[in-house]
């Protein structure tokens, strides 16, 4: 989909809402509509017209990835040239990113103007991606899985997990990615039984498994894949938690379709854990979207959600958790079709021991 037809959808939604105009301030979602890529920049979208303002940092950039909008070259500060380029009316401010002290500042300098609280507008175009879009999703994993096959093949080789994590980082930089999507998570032992770990310079211990959680960047698109391996005889108690594990992401991944509600898919995988006895070490959501942001909509969990439509990615990434002893979590990235579900993510799901 070009930037002219997702300005164009836009242009429904704010008929929709009883708005003149919308002001972008969220740096993905002027990203998405305007192809500007930069630190300061803010969108003003009207049902036939867009105009970017940014700073002079930026106005050879601009003008190179802007399409079909106007560009603006104003002052650092953008909101002392809002009121040349915002319509009288009814303009939709987003909620979600404008802070309370912005919406203030900007309020005083549009004065004739209802600043009006909107949320999801934009959000709601990106939930279901283009082809564009999951081709650069499908090169950011094919570069995740090449950097995470690697490790599988070498072991960890001696390494600390903050040391593996940046030979993650590395490789995939040297695959042509634009970095990680995230900080890369890799949790050895009972550090594994934190969800969101942070690397240690602790060195990966034999017997145990070792949560691998990493992403890929392309074209500004985001991948998201989880692997647990083993590093040699495991403790029962890890053992029946990965079998389980995985048991529940077969589940969940059967489950994802267009027309399920994204709840559903979140209970394939939570019954098969919960009947284990581990209901308790499944704390999290089963998913989240992935595109221009790690985490978007949908949401994959018992709270709130939505029906799944064909062309969204969502991650399916059960993990059970036991304290002082360690945590297994296995994620693969999915497009969700009309009869199923794509898997993107091409490492085995298998228990692999690895080597340290």
């Not at 040699?232 to 048991?247: K, Q, T």
């Amino acid at each position: 989909m070009s930037h002219r037809s997702r300005q164009a959808r836009i242009g429904g939604r704010l008929a929709d809402k009883d708005l003149d105009a919308l002001i972008v301030t969220d740096p993905v979602n002027v990203r998405y509509l305007s192809g500007f890529v930069g630190s300061n920049g803010v969108l003003v979208v009207t049902a036939g017209h867009r105009v970017l303002l940014t700073d002079s940092r930026y106005t050879v950039a601009a003008r190179a990835q802007v399409v079909d909008t106007d560009v603006v070259i104003a002052g650092r500060d953008l909101l002392d040239s809002m009121a040349e380029v915002v319509p009288t009316g009814r303009v939709g401010i987003e909620a979600d990113h404008m802070t309370v002290a912005r919406r203030d500042r900007m309020a005083s300098r549009l004065r004739a103007i209802d600043l009006v609280p909107v949320t999801g507008i934009v959000e709601g175009l990106r939930v279901v991606k283009d082809p564009g879009e999951l081709d650069l999703i499908r090169e950011a994993t094919r570069v995740a899985d090449a950097a995470l096959a690697r490790l599988v093949a070498e072991g960890f080789a001696g390494r600390t997990e903050a040391e593996t994590a940046w030979a993650l980082h590395g490789w995939m930089r040297d695959l042509g990615a634009e970095g990680a999507s995230f900080d890369i998570i890799v949790a050895g032992g009972a550090h594994g039984a934190l969800p969101h770990a942070v690397p240690r310079g602790e060195r990966i211990p034999p017997d145990t498994l070792v949560v691998v959680d990493m992403g890929a960047r392309i074209g500004g698109y985001a991948s998201d894949c989880t692997r647990t391996l083993s590093t040699g005889i495991l403790p029962p108690a890890l053992e029946e938690a990965y079998a389980v594990c995985r048991e529940a992401h077969g589940a969940a991944l059967a489950a994802c379709r267009a027309g399920v509600h994204s709840r559903e898919v979140d209970s394939a995988a939570r019954n098969i854990i919960t009947a284990a006895g581990l209901g308790d070490r499944f704390g999290h959501g089963l998913g989240h979207g992935v595109g221009l942001d790690i985490h978007e909509r949908p949401w994959l969990r018992q709270e709130g959600g939505e029906v799944l439509q064909t062309g969204m990615v969502v991650t399916i990434e059960p993990g059970i958790y036991l304290e002082g002893v360690g945590g297994v979590r296995i994620e693969d990235l999915a497009v969700v079709g009309d009869d199923g579900c794509e898997v993107l993510t091409c490492v085995p799901t298998d228990l692999i021991t690895t080597t340290i």
